[in-house]
């Protein structure tokens, strides 16, 4: 079986055929840069950063782009309430986005357009829909003429009798009740203070909706394979992206739109406007590692709510401790003696995990295959069937699996002087046979986050997760 996706534009799974044989170009929504990003918005740019890994995985060379919504009106009011520039105001909440999804491990887009610097692209891309008759002016702003879009509403299955004659929308976030033509450049308002551009459209800025237009056609082509995001962008966001770019080009936008399901709190979206929402760094200070936090989104089908707990967060950190400690058994396997059944059990796993990630991005199934081959391997290991060639093998198979799922990253390991000190103090009890000073120095030294094994070849020690 080959990559099936869930296509919102179908509302089905479809086998994926990329445009190019071999290649493929994705576009992923990126955050717009007025405060720091949430988990929730962190679903999003893991999702589309494992569905870019599992597309290498299989062959295929991926160029993707995400954008940076760095002018709209939240970036706006939010610099003119701390009376610094725009720019400088955006990029404090740049620099914090690229530090996160470092941590996230979530690896890095070909290109990150920022707004600001595609206001001509935008620019051109209103006038083509001018001279199309699918926008008109009015006020020194421009409006798309949904009306002369037929198709109006296939992404979001809306019907165009929902349309209220003569409604325009101005603002960049609205609800379906609030359907209507939507603004592709703003004209200036005193509100805006000094962000605005002359051009030829008039003075103003760029609406919301005609950045992400123009800036994926212009690094993708008109023509892609892949857009990602949230399902809050389904309306009216993508709607509208597919009414821009296909009234503009007379093409298909895109053939795939995958959306990932919200990140709930207490049964609730969570959203900034809701005030129940966690950053990044909120869940850090708490000392977890960002890689808890990847492996609880990873957890969750993409297109499953996913109720955020510090329990499951907890359990997210276990699971990956689980696998870790498989991993540092491995590397510490002597043994000759090698079991008949390895090679089929490796193959299976590794089919089984495909087959998992071939059906939607199937993740839940997928870390389940895993655990499986740790369980069958963990009792080959314990009955002494397992040779260091097996873990050899076994080793590069979790590390191929890893190249999609990312969660195996560690922290550098350094321990500071006090820790140092204390391992050092507890060896020297030990050595004396003090045996309850050595358990009291160790757990004390367990209480700083690092975990003791003593072996036959001396005390080793790793961080915990």
């Given at each position: 079986m080959g990559l099936r996706?869930?296509?919102?534009?179908?509302?089905?799974?479809?086998?994926?055929?990329?445009?190019?044989?071999?290649?493929?170009?994705m576009y992923t929504c990126g955050p717009t840069v007025y405060d720091f990003a949430h988990i929730g918005n962190f679903r999003a740019y893991v999702f589309a950063d494992l569905l870019k890994r599992y597309l290498r995985y299989k062959g295929y060379e991926v160029k993707q782009v995400m954008n940076l919504t760095d002018i709209d009106d939240k970036t706006i009011r939010g610099s003119q309430q701390e009376k610094i520039s725009l720019s400088e105001y955006t990029a404090r909440y740049k620099d914090a986005f690229f530090q996160d999804i470092k941590a996230l491990n979530i690896e890095r887009a070909d290109v990150y357009p920022e707004a600001t610097a595609h206001i001509v692209d935008m620019v051109n891309l209103v006038k083509k829909l001018l001279e199309k008759s699918h926008a008109y002016q009015l006020g020194g702003s421009s409006y798309f003429k949904i009306s002369t879009?037929?198709?109006?509403?296939?992404?979001?299955?809306?019907?165009?009798?929902?349309?209220k004659a003569g409604a325009r929308i101005s603002k960049d976030e609205y609800e379906k009740e609030e359907i209507?033509?939507?603004?592709?450049?703003?004209?200036w308002d005193e509100k805006d203070g000094e962000v605005f551009w002359e051009t030829e459209v008039g003075k103003g800025r760029p609406g919301w909706h005609i950045e992400c237009s123009a800036m994926s056609m212009k690094y993708l082509g008109k023509h892609f394979d892949i857009h990602t995001g949230g399902v809050d962008l389904i309306f009216p966001h993508h709607e509208n992206e597919i009414a821009q770019s296909e009234g503009a080009t007379g093409e298909k936008f895109v053939n795939y739109w995958?959306?990932?399901?919200?990140?709930?709190?207490?049964?609730?979206?969570?959203?900034?406007?809701?005030?129940?929402?966690?950053?990044?760094?909120?869940?850090?200070?708490?000392g977890y590692n960002p890689i808890a936090i990847r492996y609880l989104l990873l957890?969750?089908?993409?297109?499953?709510?996913?109720?955020?707990?510090?329990?499951?967060?907890?359990?997210?950190?276990?699971?990956?401790?689980r696998l870790h400690d498989f991993i540092d058994r491995l590397k510490g396997i002597r043994s000759q003696k090698s079991h008949p059944e390895v090679a089929e059990i490796l193959k299976e796993a590794q089919s089984g995990f495909e087959e998992s990630l071939d059906d939607d991005l199937n993740t839940s199934s997928a870390l389940g295959k895993i655990f499986d081959l740790v369980k069958e391997i963990n009792r080959f290991i314990d009955e002494g069937d397992f040779s260091s060639q097996d873990a050899e093998k076994t080793l590069a198979l979790m590390q191929r699996f890893d190249s999609v799922l990312g969660i195996l990253k560690r922290e550098e390991l350094k321990l500071d002087e006090k820790i140092t000190e204390l391992i050092q103090k507890r060896n020297q009890a030990r050595k004396e046979k003090k045996w309850e000073e050595a358990d009291k120095v160790r757990k004390e030294i367990e209480s700083l986050g690092i975990i003791l094994e003593d072996t036959p070849e001396g005390t080793k020690w790793k961080k915990r997760i």
């Open positions: 996706l869930f296509n919102t534009l179908t509302r089905q799974k479809e086998d994926f055929v990329s445009i190019e044989p071999g290649k493929i170009r879009f037929p198709s109006y509403g296939k992404l979001s299955k809306m019907k165009m009798e929902d349309l209507g033509d939507f603004a592709l450049w703003k004209a995958l959306h990932n399901e919200h990140l709930l709190v207490e049964g609730r979206k969570m959203a900034k406007s809701f005030g129940n929402y966690f950053t990044l760094r909120d869940i850090l200070s708490k957890a969750t089908h993409y297109r499953q709510q996913l109720n955020f707990t510090f329990e499951g967060l907890d359990g997210a950190k276990n699971a990956l401790q």
